[in-house]
């Protein structure tokens, strides 16, 4: 359901992936549909370094876009020796890169933990010295997770950062949350038997969590199973505002300011 920019003044879609093949036949048509749903920016993921100059591209061609550089866990084949090196310079080369990402570990759907920390280490690195926030990918792996960040709070090296697609539990999202990170909801929020995300939803600061779409995936009910696009982070909003007892407006205000915060959006874009 669309969204009026009158009923949501703000939104940020604070995770898509717009760069996919199944957008380019329409993608105009898309973007007039974000635009109508009062989504006035976007962050866009990036799952390994191949895709940074298409979406760069994307960013050109739409100025409410900023992006992300990174190695997604799923992808860790994309990792060799001098990948950290040429995430540097795409992030070096171009501001509207604000944040290092996707990155994380995924142990749903793999198993090689070892390579997958071989390429999270690396990045949470980039993102400290670049002061960078991190987008990180975390499925079935917040123990792993949360020790890696844990241990490296203790020496002064845990980047800032938002756990997208939120998918855990609230005792998981409070571990991430004393660690200082944001919490952001999908379409999964809206799913009727997502009910440890509903719980989080509801137990989430108002100053620590975002909205997203994570689209062409994951779109929200009633689509669900459908591809997804920016403009249903409206839908991903008004469930999160049921759950919480607010108005569309509130958590658009608050999840718009909470992602300029974090990703420091510029003021003409937002």
């Known amino acids: 359901m669309a969204v009026s920019s009158e009923a949501a003044p703000f939104l940020v879609d604070s995770h898509c992936h717009i760069v996919f093949r199944n ?26 370094p191949a895709e940074i100059p298409a979406i760069r591209s994307l960013a050109d061609r739409f100025p409410e876009l900023r992006y992300a550089v990174g190695v997604h866990p799923l992808d860790t084949q994309h990792w060799h020796s001098d990948t950290a090196a040429v995430l540097e310079a ?12 996707e990155l994380g570990l995924d142990l749903f759907r793999a198993t090689n933990l070892d390579e997958q920390l071989a390429a999270l280490g690396p990045q949470l690195d980039l993102a400290v010295a670049l002061d960078l926030p991190v987008i990180i990918h975390c499925r079935d792996a917040a123990e792993p997770m949360l020790a890696e960040l844990r241990q490296r709070e203790r ?29 952001s909801f999908s379409g999964t929020v809206t799913f009727a038997k997502a009910e440890p995300i509903h719980a989080c939803a509801r137990l989430v600061p108002a100053d620590r969590y975002l909205v997203e779409t994570d689209c062409p995936f994951l779109a929200p009910v009633p689509r669900r199973g459908k591809r997804n696009e920016p ?13 919480r007892g607010e108005t569309l407006a509130q958590v ?3 999840t718009t300011a909470n992602a300029t915060r974090l990703f420091r959006l510029p003021h003409q874009v937002v």
């Open 23 to 48: 957008f380019e036949a329409d993608l105009e048509e898309v973007a007039q549909r974000w635009r109508d749903a009062g989504v006035k920016a976007l962050v866009h993921a990036c799952v390994e």
């Open 90 to 101: 795409a992030a070096r080369a171009d501001d509207r890169v604000v944040a290092i990402g």
């Open 155 to 183: 020496r002064g090296a845990c980047p800032r950062g938002v756990m997208h697609c939120w998918g855990g539990t609230p005792e998981e999202m409070e571990g991430f949350l004393e660690l200082g990170l944001f919490i």
């Open 231 to 243: 403009a249903y982070v409206a839908a991903v909003a008004a469930r999160v505002a049921d759950l």
């Open 252 to 254: 658009a205000q608050a």
